[in-house]
């Protein structure tokens, strides 16, 4: 008997030594890696895995796949490493028996982000916990730079792994729900079990907002409230099985008491998780019957009322109706998830990226990020911006000329840009930087003394200051102040790009309110003052408004040559200026297209009683090239190669887009 007892234990011992076995792989030290069967790195080198072929050890095989960057074993001043990159894999599989078990010890806690195809997969710290039962477990990386893993311990067991297809393990009777759209038509405490798939759009403690892709790609979104027992990543695939409760909370439908959720399959691009940008259609989001219930959003352009001290405020936002028609639209919001809010601005927008939830059946927004807008480029607001409008200028500005009366309080600006990039058609593939010519607006102070006096001497303007509303965008674009703009200190005024127009040799092609000279014959005509040509077949009106004295200055030499610094303004909207072509600003059918032009004199530069000319190149020709190579004397729809001969011979060609 007493020679009995050992036999048997050592046969116990030995059938559970069957039963479970732990193979540890090593990669931290060299003797480790050898043991494995890889190569061992030399400094600041790698051993790639997936070069080198799978490995086994003690039965269990270890492969790969790359990433962004391959998988490998790392050299880093004598420290070894297994790194994944984005994207990249590793696999543990047993040809018998099945894997019950991992952990997976990090050497580096940042960028630890692992999942797991199979099982359960938990990370604590700087240890990943693995369990499950399988023939087969993949790991695979989604974190924006490399994992660093020091070593692996995988537990075997002799039996087979789990019936990858068993029968429903929840509740074969329970009611089966294949699409979040099919939510809100189950009656109140209806139990469901999800079968399809769904992506994490957001979570915030018990908040998880998911979305379900249907075959024709479109998106459906839900809400999901309670512990589900996981914290996931954005954009992370949620098996299908999870189960809930159908729930209705004040008009905000739910799935309750979430239950069975398992690990991510896999983390979506952002491009699935980022918000819906549905800037100027805040009257579409309010609205309960447009279904934008738990959708994530973004807007721009939005004022904000001050939070107050249960955490509501209000967003409005300027935008038109299908008659063209401006009118201003609100939304309640909700400061659910205690983002820092920023210090609120009457003469500001605002970027506004949420949650659409509904409260007691009203729509309103729980933010994720409020931030100042950044602005809008002067270009953009030139040729896309709608009259009535709230702009901020994304621009460094260039003060040209001011304008003091009791009739107005104007400072004409520039970007003095002559490159643009040019995005209005990103979506479908066109984004590309141009050749373009300097914009002009004038800053309308309405006769605000403490705006003007406050910037009216700077020579340069910070971007972002420039806050207003826009008006008369197709003939003379003004931007109606609400706040003094900003001088940019130790900033030097360039050379700004003004143009220069002989009307005896010139085609007039500037822009409303754009400073620039002008070069004629000073007339009266009809008894009103005019710049002409010397046959007086090109008549532009002066209006001296803005400065009267100047006009007694050139009438006592009535007939001369004055060479002129004068903002052009246009008296009427060219006729293809239009909604459907905003970008064509110059008018070339009329023969008399130079009577719309009325010059507000700035300053004389120059009187001559002969054929003085102005040093620089005048235009004297402008053409209209369409990609195809036909010419024309106006704007054709799309891609213009517009070429602009100057007096000198030489020409320039530069594109602009006509809708």
């Not at 309010?286 to 973004?298: F, L, T």
């Not at 008006?471 to 900003?486: G, I, M, Q, Y």
């Amino acid at each position: 008997m007493n020679r009995f007892i050992p036999i048997f234990l050592m046969a116990f011992w030995a059938f559970f030594s069957l039963q479970a076995a732990e193979v540890t792989f090593d990669f931290s030290t060299a003797d480790g890696i050898t043991t494995m069967g890889y190569a061992v790195p030399e400094q600041s080198a790698g051993t790639n895995l997936v070069d080198a072929g799978p490995k086994t050890v003690n039965g269990v095989t270890l492969s790969a796949t790359d990433g962004a960057t391959p998988t490998r074993i790392w050299n880093s001043q004598g420290s070894f490493t297994l790194r994944i990159y984005v994207d990249g894999t590793i696999t543990f599989s047993v040809a018998e028996g099945s894997i019950t078990g991992i952990t997976v010890n990090a050497a580096n806690t940042s960028n630890f982000d692992l999942l797991a195809d199979v099982g359960d997969y938990a990370v604590n710290g700087a240890i990943g916990t693995w369990t499950g039962n399988a023939s087969s477990v993949t790991f695979n990386h989604y974190g924006t730079k490399n994992a660093q893993v020091a070593s692996i311990v995988v537990t075997t067991s002799s039996e087979g792994p789990d019936d990858p297809d068993p029968e429903d393990p929840i509740d074969p009777n329970i009611f089966k729900l294949d699409s979040l759209q099919h939510l809100a038509a189950l009656e109140d405490g209806t139990p469901f079990q999800f079968t399809s798939d769904v992506y994490v759009n957001y979570q915030w403690n018990d908040h998880l907002w998911v979305m379900q892709l249907d075959e024709e790609g479109e998106a459906f979104a839900g809400m999901i409230y309670g512990d589900t027992g996981k914290q996931y990543p954005l954009g992370a695939v949620i098996p299908a099985g999870w189960t809930g409760v159908k729930n209705t909370f004040r008009g905000q439908v739910e799935a309750a008491e979430p239950a069975h959720f398992g690990n991510p399959k896999t983390i979506l691009d952002e491009e699935y998780y980022s918000a819906f940008d549905v800037t100027g259609y805040l009257s579409y989001i309010a609205d309960p019957d447009e279904g934008w219930q738990n959708y994530k959003v973004r807007m721009d352009g939005i004022r904000l009322g001050e939070i107050n001290a249960h955490g509501n405020f209000m967003m409005t936002s300027n935008e038109t109706d299908e008659d063209g028609m401006s009118f201003e639209a609100s939304m309640a919001g909700f400061n659910k998830f205690g983002i820092d809010y920023p210090e609120v601005d009457p003469t500001e927008v605002y970027s506004v990226e949420g949650m659409v939830v509904v409260y007691n059946d009203i729509m309103e927004l729980y933010p994720i990020t409020i931030t100042s807008d950044p602005g809008t480029r002067l270009w953009k607001v030139i040729y896309e911006g709608e009259d009535g409008n709230q702009y901020k200028l994304n621009d460094t500005l260039y003060v040209a000329a001011t304008v003091d009366t009791e009739a107005a309080k104007l400072v004409f600006v520039t970007d003095n840009v002559d490159e643009i990039y040019y995005d209005t058609y990103i979506d479908w593939g066109f984004a590309e930087w141009m050749d373009w010519y300097p914009d002009w607006i004038a800053l309308d102070c309405s006769n605000n003394a403490e705006f003007f006096n406050a910037f009216a001497q700077a020579e340069v303007l910070k971007p972002g200051t420039v806050k207003g509303e826009l008006v008369d965008r197709n003939t003379n674009p003004r931007l109606v102040l609400n706040s003094a703009p900003v001088a940019l200190d130790d900033a030097e005024l360039p050379t700004l790009t003004m143009f220069k127009y002989d009307l005896d040799t010139d085609y007039i092609a500037a822009l409303g309110n754009e400073v620039g000279q002008a070069v004629g014959y000073f007339r009266y005509i009809d008894g009103k003052p005019c710049l002409c040509s010397d046959l007086d077949t090109v008549v532009v009106k002066l209006n001296f408004d803005y400065s009267p004295e100047l006009e007694a200055k050139m009438a006592e030499n009535e007939g001369f040559k004055y060479g002129l610094l004068c903002a052009f303004t246009i008296d009427e909207a060219w006729e293809e200026n239009t909604v459907e072509a905003p970008m064509s600003r110059i008018h070339v059918t009329d023969e008399d297209y130079y009577t719309n032009y009325t010059l507000y004199p700035l300053a004389i530069l120059s009187t001559s009683s002969v054929d003085e000319i102005i040093e620089g190149k005048q235009v004297v020709d402008v053409k209209y090239v369409s990609p195809t190579g036909v010419m024309s004397e106006k704007p054709q729809n799309g891609v213009n190669i517009v070429v602009t001969t100057h007096s000198d011979g030489s020409s320039t060609a530069v594109k602009r887009i006509v809708k």
